[in-house]
């Protein structure tokens, strides 16, 4: 089955243009034209993916995105105006998953949106869901002796007891259980967490870390991201 992609765009042309482009690579697309519009369909039916505009009319694309996750962790990739750093900023801590500045190549949209749904797949859309296997890696789940990160259902548990995480906090977490033992430098993860084209500082990666530490370390009394002075972040992989 194919992805099912929301376009948010009001200028017509535009929204037009992409739907046109991502139905021609096979996604099963929609589009709306306003921000209330948008977030009412966004939370009656499930998409793998929303593409946003950030100045909408009605409400504006931020305001779509932090009430959409606070009812559903579907992935949203911003369209932003040129410049406007600090859309891109809020855009991403209230969990947009990426942002594309406009106007953009349609073949780097087409990339990005591959990597948002391959790094960000929503269970129970369209996407096509796998039958439930045994092992936990097979159902999209990375475990660290009694935390569970289940991918598809974007939640961490400990020892059963629910950990709310940012969508960017889950992502630097998933990066760091993908690779126990590999010991990661904030370049590498400020690229998976931030996308390969963020600028700014990398030490926003730890502060990332600080916040994973005060809802993980700090509150179940464990070591689990460690420092390696100089180099970067690592999780070791979990010795019983
Ligand atoms: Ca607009």
Request: some cysteine; proline content about 3%; overall charge negative.
């Amino acid at each position: 089955m194919s992805a099912k992609i929301l376009v948010v765009e009001d200028e017509e042309k535009l929204a037009r243009f992409v739907e046109l482009e991502l139905k021609h690579e096979g996604y099963d697309v929609k589009t709306e034209g306003s921000g209330r519009a948008a977030l009412f369909e966004a939370l009656a039916n499930n998409y793998d993916l929303i593409l946003l505009d950030i100045m909408l009319p009605e409400l504006n694309g931020l305001e779509v995105l932090r009430r959409l996750n606070k009812e559903k962790p579907t992935p949203v990739i911003l369209l932003t105006a040129r410049d406007a750093v600090m859309d891109k900023v809020s855009g991403l801590d209230a969990g947009a998953v990426d942002y594309i500045t406009k106007p953009f190549a349609i073949e780097e949209l087409l990339a990005r949106i591959r990597v948002a749904l391959k790094l960000h797949p929503v269970s129970g859309a369209g996407g096509g869901v796998s039958a439930p296997a045994d092992n936990a890696k097979a159902k999209g789940q990375l475990t660290w002796g009694p935390l569970v990160m289940d991918i598809p259902r974007h939640r961490v548990t400990m020892d059963g007891h629910e950990i709310t995480l940012t969508n960017r906090e889950f992502l630097m977490l998933k990066t760091l259980l993908d690779n126990t033992d590999i010991v990661l430098s904030r370049d590498t993860l400020l690229e998976k967490v931030c996308g390969y084209e963020y600028v700014g500082e990398t030490n926003v990666i730890d502060v990332y870390i600080r916040y994973l530490r005060s809802k993980i370390d700090n509150v179940f009394s464990v070591k689990m991201i460690r420092t390696v002075r100089g180099v970067g972040y690592v999780i070791n992989a979990w010795e019983s």
